[in-house]
């Protein structure tokens, strides 16, 4: 069965420090893989998309990983920001169709 | 920057009775879509949509749904005879291309309460 399944679920870290955020998926045939970051009661807004032949992506301070092998992805962010303060889920899209595959998603809260 | 909108933000409806949601895709978009959230869990892709028809439907949008793209700038989802377990958190997406690698641009959703 096709799952995602993100860790931790929910992380709570000080102003303008690091963290990192994992993400495992059973999705195949595999075709991309995606972060998205979810503000309380608004949609989801696409912050990296990675196929399987890339094993990097960023976008600010957002810095995704992929091991297409293990089947593996993480989002790094780098000096967190109360901004940052949201739940953040990983999607995969399977290469049959353009149907999203979501993870639950792990909720970071930044505290000053 | 191009928004996909929604309406109504949040619906209220008896047990039975027809809704139907609304949205407004990116202009230049060809290929749009319905995901439901239900408290507490996952998003869950409900159906896409691409040159007047259905292009990929999950097990979740059976008979009771509907979607239609009416003219050229909205794009609906009717559930025919709400159930309970119908009061979720419906976004729609879209995007320009159909091809994978493509972001899906969301709303910010319309809460559907079932009474």
């Known amino acids: 069965k096709n799952q995602v399944e993100q860790s931790p679920q929910s992380l709570i870290i000080l102003e303008g420090k690091n963290c990192t955020l994992q993400?495992?998926?059973?999705?195949?045939?595999?075709?991309?893989l995606r972060w998205y970051k979810q503000d309380t009661g608004r949609g989801p807004v696409s912050l990296t998309i990675?196929?399987?032949?890339?094993n990097t992506k960023s976008n600010g301070r957002y810095t995704a990983t992929l091991d297409a092998d293990t089947k593996q992805s993480s989002l790094h962010i780098t000096a967190s920001q109360l901004s940052d303060s949201a739940s953040y889920i990983c999607?995969?899209?399977?290469?049959?169709?353009?149907?999203?595959?979501f993870g639950k998603g792990t909720t970071l809260s930044v505290s000053s | 920057e191009p928004e996909v909108t929604q309406t109504p933000s949040h619906q209220v409806t008896q047990m039975g009775q027809e809704v139907i949601l609304r949205c407004v895709p990116i202009?230049?978009?060809?290929?749009f879509y319905w995901y439901r959230q239900i408290l507490g869990q996952k998003v869950e892709f409900l159906v896409s949509?691409?040159?007047?028809?259905?292009?990929?439907k999950s097990e979740i949008f059976d008979d009771q749904f509907s979607v239609e793209r009416p003219d050229g700038s909205n794009f609906t989802l009717k559930i025919r005879s709400t159930k309970l377990e119908d009061s979720a958190m419906y976004f729609c997406?879209?995007?320009?291309?159909?091809?994978?690698?493509?972001?899906?641009?969301f709303g910010d959703g319309t809460r559907l309460s079932i009474l």
């Open positions: 997406a879209s995007s320009d291309w159909g091809i994978s690698n493509q972001p899906q641009h």
């Open positions: 993400c495992n998926y059973t999705v195949s045939p595999f075709s991309n």
């Open positions: 990675m196929t399987f032949s890339e």
């Open positions: 999607v995969v899209s399977g290469q049959a169709g353009t149907a999203l595959i």
């Open positions: 202009s230049n978009h060809l290929y």
């Open positions: 949509f691409y040159n007047n028809e259905i292009s990929e």
